[in-house]
């Protein structure tokens, strides 16, 4: 397996941002890498998409070329909303293989395959199919993102729960501290919670991130936590 699922404790904790970060660091790394969102909802006409801002971090130039997108992106919606409700808006389905297809594709030309989830671990792509039960299907180990605050142990445990109840490798857990995120949340919880969280879970901290005005110039507050994962990623 080459690839990694990228999941979050919520929907607005980085996952974008620390996508792009692990993906422009194994470039570096000499890798070939593919960064691929199943679904992304919210689509706009104007303004980045997701996978417009993965390319940024791996330094491609221009927009993604039209040929590229059905395999990075295989679901776009417009609707700001989960998956299963963005799709029936448009009358549409999510279909489980069309993103294994597409996913096996990318596997065959690249290193390391970057899969981005939408929102939380089991946000549902339709119906009666959470995320976590097509990427234990793919056989895909995960990463966790936890935007830390007050309250994110919880959801991190929850997440790390879910990720081993399906049967997936969990590799570990990055934190991130969003802009503002020292605003309402003592020094002291925030500096606990990644301890804590490690302890509980029995998972490692692979890295935390600061918050950073500019993303795109994070590399080097990565690179620890790039680290960790590579040697973890092919243990795994």
Same mark, same amino acid.
């Given at each position: 397996?080459?690839?990694?699922?990228?999941?979050?404790?919520?929907?607005?904790?980085?996952?974008?941002?620390?996508?792009?970060?692990?993906?422009?660091?194994?470039?570096?790394?000499?890798?070939?890498?593919?960064?691929?969102?199943?679904?992304?909802?919210?689509?706009?006409?104007?303004?980045? *998409?997701?996978?417009?801002?993965?390319?940024?971090?791996?330094?491609?130039?221009?927009?993604?070329?039209?040929?590229?997108?059905?395999?990075? +992106?295989?679901?776009?919606? *417009?609707?700001?909303? +989960?998956?299963?409700?963005?799709?029936?808006?448009?009358?549409?389905?999510?279909?489980?293989?069309?993103?294994?297809?597409?996913?096996?594709?990318?596997?065959?030309?690249?290193?390391?395959?970057?899969?981005?989830?939408?929102?939380?671990?089991?946000?549902?792509? +339709?119906?009666?199919?959470?995320?976590?039960?097509?990427?234990?299907?793919?056989?895909?180990?995960?990463?966790?993102?936890?935007?830390?605050?007050?309250?994110?142990?919880?959801?991190?445990?929850?997440?790390?729960?879910?990720?081993?109840?399906?049967? +997936?490798?969990?590799?570990?857990?990055?934190?991130?501290?969003?802009?503002?995120?020292? *605003?309402?949340?003592?020094?002291?919880?925030? *500096?606990?919670?990644?301890?804590?969280?490690?302890?509980?879970?029995?998972?490692?901290?692979?890295?935390?991130?600061?918050?950073?005005?500019?993303?795109?110039?994070?590399?080097?507050?990565?690179?620890?936590?790039?680290?960790?994962?590579?040697?973890?990623?092919?243990?795994?």
């Amino acid at each position: 397996m080459k690839g990694v699922f990228v999941t979050g404790t919520g929907t607005g904790v980085g996952k974008t941002v620390v996508c792009g970060l692990l993906a422009g660091f194994l470039r570096r790394k000499g890798m070939r890498v593919a960064v691929q969102k199943w679904v992304e909802t919210g689509v706009r006409p104007a303004g980045p *998409s997701d996978i417009e801002v993965h390319r940024r971090f791996l330094g491609l130039p221009g927009p993604v070329p039209e040929e590229e997108l059905p395999d990075l +992106s295989p679901y776009r919606f *417009s609707l700001p909303a +989960s998956p299963h409700l963005a799709a029936a808006r448009e009358g549409r389905r999510v279909d489980p293989a069309v993103i294994a297809a597409a996913y096996a594709r990318l596997e065959a030309r690249h290193d390391v395959v970057v899969v981005e989830g939408a929102g939380g671990f089991l946000v549902p792509l +339709s119906e009666d199919l959470p995320a976590g039960d097509l990427v234990a299907r793919i056989g895909l180990p995960v990463l966790v993102v936890v935007a830390n605050r007050l309250g994110c142990v919880n959801e991190a445990l929850l997440t790390a729960e879910a990720v081993r109840r399906r049967g +997936s490798v969990l590799l570990g857990m990055v934190f991130n501290r969003l802009p503002g995120a020292e *605003s309402g949340n003592p020094p002291e919880i925030l *500096s606990d919670n990644p301890r804590i969280a490690a302890k509980m879970a029995g998972a490692p901290v692979l890295g935390e991130l600061p918050a950073l005005d500019d993303p795109l110039a994070g590399a080097q507050a990565f690179d620890a936590a790039g680290r960790a994962f590579l040697e973890r990623w092919r243990a795994a």
